[in-house]
């Protein structure tokens, strides 16, 4: 099997972090790593299945050696300079920014709902948006099965989203402090702010979640409407997802359809209380799925409860499985 040289680019931030915990885990077949963040952090170290590596300053030579896979999360301005840079120099650039997500020339990929799609880059290919993962790893087999035709998104999403100062605002919020990243206290509240406002009302978060799902999906015209919140949750992002088909169902069958799903797990027996919660996801890499029940109120509808870890499926363990199917296709 071909080994791979792998980039981290943002290595020292909160998804970083997880990119290099899920690499650990996983088996990639790794030959050489390289640990990239800004100034700020160049020469600190990283240990890395038990050796220790020195963090570089991203700069424009850094791809200058052969590197065969970079995974970004280091912002959407990191992204959009140095991305291009890298697949300038034939590497393949999975970003887990907002930069390229709706590039047409970009594939968004979910390895569990379309995989097929990393062979279509062009030196980049994005990871979306953490609500908008575990969000369509949930509908794709009922979209399969039942075709959706309308969605509505509530979230409920964890400040560890918000990166290392979303997490420390509510770490230290608890202690009184006032906010540094948020607007408004996080602590004790709940903010339906994610991401800046739009001319019509939306936040980028709401459009993010709305257009990126009709691309992963491939329904570019799928009605959908989004609501997007931070909560007073340090890891794991909740979703109220309401599903509206054009065929009908049976509620047992969608259940067995769920269960059967890639990447999901059903916990749903609400009359002992179990169904999935933040803080029982996090370091796991599946969605959860639960509160699994009729709309009554239209023809043929569903609700569901999906829960994930946000920095793990929603982020780093994605862009982990793009590099693994990149890397199985490079092996075939
Ligand atoms: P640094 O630690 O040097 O600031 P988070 O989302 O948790 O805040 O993490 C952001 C990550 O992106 C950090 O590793 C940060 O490095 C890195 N980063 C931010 N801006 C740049 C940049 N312009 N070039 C390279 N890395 C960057």
Known sequence: MKKVNIAIVGATGMVGRTFIKVLEERNLPIENIYFFASSRSAGSKISFKGQEYTVEELNENSFDRKIDIALFSAGASASEKFAPIAASK??????????????????????????????????????????????????????????????????????????????????????????????????????????????????????????????????PDLRITATTVRVPVFNGHSESINLEFEKQFDLDELKETLKNAPGVVVQDDPENNVYPMPINVSGRDETFVGRIRRDESVESGVNLWVVADNIRKGAATNAVQIAEELVKWWNE
């Open 90 to 219: 034939g590497c393949v650039v999975v970003d887990n920014s907002s930069a390229w997500r709706m590039d047409p020339k970009v594939p968004l990929v979910v390895p569990e709902v379309n995989p097929q799609e990393v062979r279509k880059h062009n030196g980049i290919i994005a990871n979306p948006n953490c609500s908008t993962i575990q969000a369509v790893v949930a509908i794709k087999p009922l979209h399969d099965k039942y075709t959706v035709k309308r969605i509505v998104y509530s979230t409920y999403q964890a400040v560890s989203g918000a990166g290392m100062k979303g997490y420390k605002d509510l770490e230290e919020g608890l202690k009184g402090a006032p906010p540094q990243k948020f607007p408004h206290p996080i602590a004790g509240n709940c903010l339906p702010h994610i991401d800046s406002f739009l001319p019509n009302g939306y936040t980028k978060e709401e459009v993010k979640m709305i257009n990126e799902t009709r691309k992963i999906l491939g329904v």
